[in-house]
């Protein structure tokens, strides 16, 4: 699972990474997560699930360039055991990692909020529509995007 730990304008507006997560896995099993962006603070409750779960966290700083290649990276593992590949970004920059999981017969679930859905997205789906699936966060049930911003 790929995350990039967005913030809205200032580090007061950032969301609960925890939080997050909680609504995006919803019971699914993670083998590897990874936290694109500023290390979330001590008070996020993602250290918390982290501990809970037994995940192993990688944060950096670096975003975009390392997301993507991470990405290939696991897509190109050929003793890599195959998986839904879980991310929660909606920047255009991805695309080009997600075609290459794509024409590996990889699938993917990307979380993103729909000011975020640019039309290379779409298009994406339509031409991989039985691997990509895209969720909009803002129309599902989010009860904590107003409430727990720090």
Known sequence: MF???WRKKTSADRLDVGEVLDYVLKGKEVAMLT???AEPP?????W??????KWTLFTTKSTG???VSDIVKVVS???AKRGKIVIVNGDPYMIPAIKIG?????????????RTNPTEFNNLKRD??????????EELEFPYLATHLL
Not at 48 to 53: D, E, F, I, Q, Y
Not at 128 to 137: A, F
Request: hydrophobic share 45%; net charge negative; aromatic share 16%.
């Open 3 to 5: 995350v990039d730990n």
């Open 35 to 37: 936290l694109f962006g």
């Open 42 to 46: 001590e008070s996020d409750t993602v």
């Open 48 to 53: 918390v699930k982290a501990k809970l779960h």
């Open 65 to 67: 360039t390392y997301f």
């Open 77 to 79: 593992d050929k003793g």
């Open 102 to 114: 794509c024409a590996k017969k990889w699938p993917f679930e990307i979380w993103m909020f729909t």
């Open 128 to 137: 991989s529509e039985d691997l990509l699936k895209i969720l909009n966060l």
